[in-house]
């Protein structure tokens, strides 16, 4: 459409508004503690194997919780502070969601 062209729909007051979708706090979140697992991971200079390893999962899950596509069980957050060397607190300090 060029700028002289009229929108019919605009004109008649019946074009759909389209609200950019936000994404559920719970998936923010899960991005968010993804970030702060990865972040330490390299800090400490660790592979994704190595995690994997200590927490009894594949690398392709733990590429899955860093980058927030899964969950994390809450089971597993005592076995991941242990293995990032971090208290359990850390999980729920500051979260960017």
């Known amino acids: 459409m060029t700028a002289n062209q009229i929108d019919l729909e605009e004109l008649l007051g019946t074009k759909q508004v389209v609200i950019p979708r936000q994404e559920p706090q719970r998936i923010r979140w899960d991005k968010a503690l993804g970030k702060r697992i990865r972040?330490?991971?390299?800090?400490?200079?660790?592979s994704m194997d190595r995690v994997a390893e200590a927490v009894g999962c594949s690398y392709q899950q733990?590429?899955?919780y860093e980058l927030g596509r899964n969950a994390i069980k809450?089971?597993?957050?005592?076995?991941?502070?242990?293995?990032?060397?971090?208290?359990?607190?850390?999980?729920?300090?500051?979260?960017d969601a």
């Open 74 to 95: 809450a089971a597993l957050v005592p076995v991941l502070a242990e293995t990032l060397a971090v208290p359990v607190t850390w999980f729920f300090e500051s979260s």
């Open 39 to 46: 972040h330490r991971r390299t800090q400490l200079s660790m």
């Open 62 to 64: 733990v590429q899955k």
